[in-house]
């Protein structure tokens, strides 16, 4: 099983360093060719206009779509923000492949950024998990098949379907290998 992680924009080596000390062979993907040969992949962290600009001119958004109808994807904070159906984007769409609204940088600048202690409920079973938040967008609604996983006082943090599992956090920033190792053995 090859890991892909889009490596377009944004931390995507912290993923990567992530997968290899698990075990896992990973491909850095920045075209559609190199996301064909992958199972999996992940969009990380980092600016989702950006990233949705880099979608355009690369041809990602399509491949990721059509991708994303037999391949699982795992988005983290930015990554979260282009898998959502609706955030305030000045001039892109995001990929519509969770139904989710998004409020972005909702809890603050770069300088705001904090370390959260919260739960996941994953297979029925509560863990606790430091989650780091860098201008982090806010889940406002979501839709009825989709599944909640974390909560952050109120706020819904972690979220998914059957194709897309989504944090509003950055998993990859910590030593803990939880949520890789959920995306893995329950999406793929
Ligand atoms: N605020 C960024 C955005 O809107 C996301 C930040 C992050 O990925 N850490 O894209």
Do not use: W
Request: net charge positive; with cysteine.
């Amino acid at each position: 099983m090859i890991i892909g992680i889009l490596g377009i924009q944004g931390g995507f080596a912290r993923h990567k360093d992530m997968l290899r000390s698990m075990g896992y062979n990973t491909i850095i993907v920045r075209t559609a060719e190199e996301l064909k040969k992958t199972n999996a992949l992940i969009i990380p962290g980092g600016e989702s206009t950006t990233l949705l600009n880099l979608f355009d001119k690369l041809q990602l958004s399509e491949a990721i779509k059509d991708y994303n109808k037999k391949s699982p994807i795992m988005g983290t904070c930015a990554g979260l923000i282009v898998l959502s159906k609706k955030a305030e984007l000045a001039q892109y769409s995001p990929l519509g492949l969770i139904d989710i609204e998004v409020s972005r940088n909702a809890y603050g600048r770069q300088k705001e950024s904090f370390i959260y202690k919260v739960n996941l409920e994953l297979n029925l079973k509560q863990i606790e998990f430091e989650a780091v938040f860098i201008r982090a967008p806010k889940i406002m609604k979501y839709g009825s098949e989709c599944r909640v996983l974390s909560k952050f006082k109120n706020d819904v943090i972690m979220i998914q379907n059957d194709s897309v599992l989504a944090c509003s956090f950055h998993p990859e920033l910590t030593l803990d290998n939880t949520i890789h190792k959920y995306f893995i053995k329950n999406f793929t």
